[in-house]
Structures are given as C-alpha cells and as structure tokens.
C-alpha cells in the first residue's frame, strides 16, 4: 500500500501561516531538492530561521523535518518510477516511411553523419583542457546521468577512475545515493551532470546544489535549455535526436574519450608513473601465479 503521508501536506496547508505557506510553496516548486536539502541549508536558502520550519512541519502533521523529508522522497519515488516506465520508448515512424526501410536507413546514415561532422567542427578544445584540469584539482568527482543517460556516466568513471582517485557514480534516481554524495561536496570539486531527453528535472536541483556548496560543474546535454545547465557549467553540446531512437550516444562517448585525453595530457609524467606502476602490477601477480604453478 503507497505511502500517503505526502496528503498531510495539502489537507493542512490551510492550517499554515502565510510566512510558512511561502516556505511550503518554495518546497512543492521544487520537491526532488527538499530530499537531499539539510535543515540548516533550507533555513539559508530561504532566509528563515530552523524554527520557523519546525514549527511549519509541526502544523503539517509531521514530528521533525526529516518526517517532512520522508514524505517528500516518497512522492518524489513514485514521480520518478513513472518517468522510468515511459522514458525508453522509440519514437513513432510516420507510416509512409514504413515501406521504405532502405530511405529510412539511407536518412539515418546521413543524419549521423551531418551530426559527427558539426560536432567536430564545434568542440571547444580549449574547454577539454579546462574541464581536464578541474577535474584532477577535485577532490571529488561525482558523475551523475539518469535513466539511458547513466550510459554515458557509467562510460565516464570506467573512462577517469583508473587515471583518478576520487571518481564517484551517482544514481540520480537513488535518492539516497544523491544525498549522500552531494554532501561530500566542497569549493574546488567537480560535478559531471549528463542529460539527455528525456529530461529528469530533478538533474537542476542537483547542479543547483552542488553550486551552492562550491562545486564546479561540466554539463554534457543536448541543448542550452537542459536542465543540467547552470551560468557558470562548462557545457558540451552533442546533437544525439535520432529518427528512431531518443537519442544516439556515439557523440557523447566520443566527447568522454576526449576529456579522459585531455586529462593524460595534463597528468603529464604522473601518467607516465601511473602507467609504470600498473605494469609493475601485473608483472607481479604473473610472477607469483607462475611460482605456485611450477
């Protein structure tokens, strides 16, 4: 049976005062933040003070903010298990286009090849470097893509994590995988958001957050109006519509591989040393595998 304290909030909104209707209806405009937001960072962000919400949560129905939380993560749960559920269909082909498999291959080919060709021309070398840099000064990097997006970020930590130390994969759906990375966060770290259609919007609240505590953050999207892009993110735009598909990710695999290029340019002789321990590595468990066969 789904949780339904969530309803306590509107059956008592009435019951609120106008100042904590005002915070309340900061929350609902947002409901994916109020899951991984502190007490302390709420009464900042919203200029209150701790009390004030408390008092807010108490007239709610719920004992603390963590009950208010609690009932949030559970809306939010089945928000995003209903985007799941509908976020990995193929898109319609018109029905004239049905009988020409052959033109419809023949577009595709020539759709993806305009796409790699302007991609090429357009990539900014200048902000691989900028990006490779920020991420070896991290001491956190969270790589954070939902749904069929998670493709590319779980492509990007086996891409950095061997040159890194302080890769971290985010679910962004695993709330309480979110929360505790993005307090982690400090001035200096890195934030790789990738989003894709179809958007999550709750990717704004986390580049959002992760601003607020400091971070820098690297957007890999589609299109200026994504959510994961911010004033200050360093954005890559792959062109990935397809005429079957959402999204074709050959551009933003190959957009990886240049940042993890760019990150063995700037280690400069730390990868040459990276590179020789590896294989002291192996010449060391080949040695002792052949000394126990003999």
Same mark, same amino acid.
Request: net charge negative; aromatic share 8%; hydrophobic share 35%.
């Given at each position: ?5 969530? =309803? ?5 909104? !009435? ?23 502190? @007490?302390?960072?709420?009464? =900042? ?36 298990? %209903? ?17 020409? =498999? ?8 020539? %759709? ?16 691989? @470097? ?100 911010? =004033? %200050? ?40 040393? @990276?590179?020789?321990?590896? !294989?002291?590595?192996? !010449? ?11």
């Amino acid at each position: 049976m789904p949780d339904d304290s969530f =309803q306590k909030i509107n059956k008592n909104y !009435h019951n609120l005062t106008r100042k904590q209707r005002e915070i309340l209806d900061i929350l609902l405009s947002n409901p994916e933040d109020v899951c991984y937001i502190s @007490l302390k960072d709420l009464s =900042q962000r919203s200029s209150v003070s701790e009390v004030t919400i408390l008092r807010m949560c108490k007239r709610l129905g719920f004992e603390n903010f963590i009950e208010l939380k609690k009932a949030f993560r559970s809306h939010t749960e089945r928000l995003v298990k %209903n985007f799941m559920e509908t976020s990995y269909f193929s898109l319609d082909l018109p029905v004239v286009e049905r009988g020409n =498999q052959e033109m419809v291959i023949q577009q595709i080919i020539n %759709n993806a090849r305009t796409q790699s060709a302007e991609f090429y021309d357009t990539v900014p070398t200048e902000h691989i @470097l900028k990006t490779a840099r920020l991420i070896l000064q991290a001491k956190t990097v969270l790589i954070c893509g939902q749904g069929v997006s998670s493709v590319v970020s779980e492509y990007f930590y086996r891409r950095i994590s061997p040159l890194i130390p302080n890769a971290i994969l985010v679910h962004p759906e695993d709330l309480d995988n979110v929360q505790a990375n993005l307090v982690k966060l400090h001035p200096g770290d890195h934030v790789i958001a990738i989003s894709f259609p179809r958007y999550y919007d709750a990717m704004r609240n986390i580049v959002q957050y992760a601003e607020y505590r400091g971070a820098g953050v690297t957007s890999i999207t589609d299109n200026l109006e994504s959510p994961v892009v911010t =004033q %200050n993110s360093i954005n890559y735009l792959c062109d990935t519509a397809t005429r079957v598909f959402y999204n074709s990710y050959s551009l933003p695999i190959e957009l990886v591989n240049l940042i993890a290029s760019g990150i063995v340019l700037e280690m400069g002789e730390a990868y040459d040393k @990276l590179v020789s321990d590896a !294989h002291e590595v192996i !010449h060391f468990i080949n040695e002792s595998s052949s000394e126990k066969n003999s």
